[in-house]
């Protein structure tokens, strides 16, 4: 490829060179309250650029019109990693009721339908490994230490937060700081 009458190597190549950014924090509203409840979802596969953009576009849209007993709703959302589908509200503005919370299943299951993606299955746990997002069967994880597939350093995404600090502070840790580290066998030598 030639730009400005250089050689310059493809685009793909430049890819394997760069690691994978893993800042997220400043995309974040910094208006919201830190007690702002979160709720992750999980797709079972990367959305591709365009689909990535179309889910933006229902997020944002969903977030601008998200109401609880006919008041809105301060809320926000976001795609990060082109996988996780992020939805936040700031109760001290107004509360979420089941009715919205409801509201906000609805859309999780229709870009399900739109996309033929999984984003409830909690079995699939995620985690950094080779410089992307990789989902291991719970059943697996054992195995991928094991084995060295994963270590106790591996990054993993911990969707069970439930606040915006929590989002913030405990959302990607090493795998021996997650909860998961009280179910498995971290060999002495790996941590």
């Given at each position: 490829?030639?730009?400005?009458?250089?050689?310059?190597?493809?685009?793909?190549?430049?890819?394997?060179?760069?690691?994978?950014?893993?800042?997220?924090?400043?995309?974040?509203?910094?208006?919201?309250?830190?007690?702002?409840?979160?709720?992750?979802?999980?797709?079972?596969?990367?959305?591709?650029?365009?689909?990535?953009?179309?889910?933006?576009?229902?997020?944002?849209?969903?977030?601008?019109?998200?109401?609880?007993?006919?008041?809105?709703?301060?809320?926000?959302?976001?795609?990060?990693?082109?996988?996780?589908?992020?939805?936040?509200?700031?109760?001290?503005?107004?509360?979420?009721?089941?009715?919205?919370?409801?509201?906000?299943?609805?859309?999780?299951?229709?870009?399900?339908?739109?996309?033929?993606?999984?984003?409830?299955?909690?079995?699939?746990?995620?985690?950094?490994i080779k410089d992307k997002v990789q989902l291991?069967?719970?059943?697996?994880?054992?195995?991928?230490?094991?084995?060295?597939?994963?270590?106790?350093?591996?990054?993993?995404?911990?969707?069970?937060?439930?606040?915006?600090?929590?989002?913030?502070?405990?959302?990607?840790?090493?795998?021996?700081?997650?909860?998961?580290?009280?179910?498995?066998?971290?060999?002495?030598?790996?941590?």
């Amino acid at each position: 490829m030639i730009l400005y009458g250089k050689p310059i190597a493809p685009p793909i190549k430049l890819l394997y060179l760069c690691p994978m950014n893993l800042s997220y924090k400043h995309l974040l509203p910094q208006d919201f309250a830190s007690d702002s409840r979160v709720w992750i979802y999980q797709s079972s596969r990367l959305f591709s650029m365009g689909e990535a953009l179309q889910i933006e576009d229902l997020i944002n849209h969903f977030a601008g019109g998200w109401k609880s007993h006919g008041t809105p709703v301060k809320g926000f959302g976001t795609l990060f990693f082109g996988q996780f589908i992020i939805l936040m509200a700031d109760e001290n503005a107004t509360g979420v009721s089941g009715c919205s919370a409801d509201s906000s299943m609805r859309l999780i299951k229709e870009i399900e339908q739109l996309y033929k993606v999984s984003m409830f299955d909690r079995q699939n746990l995620p985690f950094i490994i080779k410089d992307k997002v990789q989902l291991l069967p719970l059943n697996q994880v054992q195995y991928a230490l094991d084995n060295r597939f994963i270590n106790p350093e591996t990054i993993y995404f911990n969707n069970t937060v439930q606040t915006k600090n929590e989002l913030e502070n405990n959302w990607m840790l090493p795998l021996n700081k997650s909860w998961l580290a009280k179910k498995l066998r971290l060999a002495a030598q790996n941590i």
